[in-house]
């Protein structure tokens, strides 16, 4: 039951995370006459809102990462979307793992940039106090406690890891794989 219950938030993970990417995210990339003026002034509002000056103005180390995300990711998240709403697929296990190690390790210096770097104030305001720095992290803490959960439930779970601990698996456990 509890599973199930992780399965369908991952499901809801990834299925939202399609279009955050696409309509999103990828404007740090993608040209900006791509995208319809409504689009941008999302991206604007949630700029300023939250003080995020690295959706606009987005520094290098920060492009690789959605780089990262448009061509290892996206192709990612419909799968990953299908086997959670399937549930119990045992094949995305290691894609799974793979995923959540390489998004949790992306995530570290994105929230540590946010928590210690000194942002300036023009021409794109970046958070000033604890209070705007925390907001922040809690925009980005979900991409780094989502693929948590998901590794450990990859790793842990009976359903998705059908190996004993500290062994290999046995040949009854390979026949139900």
């Known amino acids: 039951m509890f599973l199930r219950f992780l399965e369908i938030i991952f499901f809801f993970y990834f299925a939202t995370h399609i279009p955050i990417t696409l309509f999103i995210d990828l404007q740090a990339l993608v040209p900006e006459h791509v995208y319809p003026q409504a689009l941008k002034d999302v991206l604007h ?23 990262c995300e448009a061509l290892v990711q996206l192709p990612f998240f419909p799968v990953a979307a299908y086997a959670f709403m399937k549930g119990n697929c045992r094949w995305i296990r290691t894609p799974a793992i793979v995923y959540a190690t390489h998004v949790a390790t992306s995530l570290i210096p994105i929230l540590a940039h946010i928590l ?54 046995s040949s009854r456990a390979k026949k139900l794989k």
């Open 45 to 67: 509002w949630y700029a300023a809102d939250f003080k995020d000056p690295m959706v606009l103005d987005p520094p290098f180390w920060f492009k690789s990462f959605i780089l």
């Open 116 to 169: 210690f770097h000194d942002f300036p104030v023009a021409p794109h305001p970046g958070p000033q106090t604890s209070k705007e720095r925390l907001t922040l992290v809690s925009v980005y803490a979900p991409y780094l406690v989502i693929p948590i959960m998901l590794l450990l439930t990859m790793l842990f779970s009976t359903a998705y890891n059908t190996s004993p601990p500290g062994g290999k698996a």
